[in-house]
């Protein structure tokens, strides 16, 4: 008897090997099928593999709660919504320029300036934008409100406000020391950008009586600049451009633009739920209801 079910428990096994080898095999084609899903996102929900979970700002305290969603862009002029997309990812700075291609390909050509607010705001969008398409952007970045202040500019611990002298290609700290270049890099993040870097380095912070109001830096090591010429480019660009009068008046009018036709959308059609699955179906529900909007529009302004 001891033997039979010794010989009988060793037949099993081949048997649970394979059954386990199948398991997993299963379990394998179904994470391979996830991480397509997926892209170079990171979620997804299992009910519409389209959709991405955002922060969405929907109960009476505006607290942020994960739901599977869309990003929803729009263009538009006095108002009405003249193009739109959906998008998977939650971040404003890499629809932009897929949005533009959009466009593009809707009305041919671009308008002279391409207005959005400071979600949009990075290098890469401003060389695209400025190079690729030649079209002028009046975009903030995260920082801009910050460095237009009295005390932000009056600050001698911002590397920003530090005397530099191009010739020697060297930076001069608060306590009148010396900030040397030490050496270039390069960052390319994960979409393949590649953004160019300088590197200074002060002399000696070991004895600096302004060392704790500087730097973070650890005992025996100095403060280390990270500079981006180009985007600092791009920053006094745009600085430049939202600061005279006949562009200033066309970035103040995206207030009144374009956050009453999400308004509309809302409040008024109280259109904040889809009924589909899908991107494309997504679109095409949100084409009717952005219709609407329009067509609301044209009748206001009529009566």
């Not at 001891?2 to 394998?28: H, M, Y």
């Not at 949009?120 to 060389?127: K, P, R």
């Not at 950008?193 to 704790?212: I, N, V």
Request: charged share 30%; net charge positive; glycine share 4%.
């Amino acid at each position: 008897t001891e033997i039979r079910k010794e010989l009988r428990s060793k037949r099993k096994l081949p048997k649970q090997a394979f059954k386990q080898f199948q398991s997993f095999l299963e379990r394998k084609r179904k994470y391979q099928h996830y991480l397509a899903s997926l892209g170079n996102r990171n979620s997804f929900s299992k009910t519409d593999y389209d959709a991405t979970f955002m922060r969405m700002k929907e109960d009476h305290m505006r607290n942020g709660q994960l739901k599977a969603g869309y990003n929803l862009q729009i263009a538009t002029n006095k108002q009405y919504i003249l193009g739109y997309d959906v998008f998977p990812n939650p971040t404003d700075t890499r629809t932009l320029l897929p949005f533009l291609n959009t466009l593009k390909q809707s009305f041919l050509e671009l308008p002279t300036y391409i207005v959005a607010d400071a979600g949009y705001g990075s290098e890469e969008n401003y060389e695209t934008i400025i190079d690729t398409h030649e079209r002028t952007p009046l975009i903030t970045y995260a920082t801009y409100v910050k460095e237009q202040k009295k005390s932000y500019k009056q600050n001698p611990f911002i590397p920003q406000n530090w005397v530099y002298d191009e010739k020697m290609d060297t930076y001069l700290c608060p306590n009148n020391r010396k900030v040397p270049f030490r050496n270039d890099s390069t960052q390319t993040d994960r979409y393949g950008f590649t953004r160019y870097l300088k590197y200074y380095e002060c002399e000696d912070c070991s004895s600096c009586s302004l060392r704790a109001n500087c730097t973070r830096a650890k005992k025996e090591s100095n403060r280390v600049l990270q500079k981006n010429r180009t985007w600092e480019y791009f920053k006094a660009y745009v600085d430049k451009r939202l600061k005279d009068t006949d562009t200033k008046k066309i970035y103040a009018q995206r207030k009144i633009d374009v956050e009453p036709a999400f308004g509309y959308l809302k409040a008024s059609l109280h259109f904040t739920r889809l009924s589909v699955r899908g991107k494309e179906k997504v679109k095409n529900e949100l084409g009717f209801a952005l219709m609407a909007v329009n067509l609301r529009k044209y009748t206001a302004k009529g009566s």
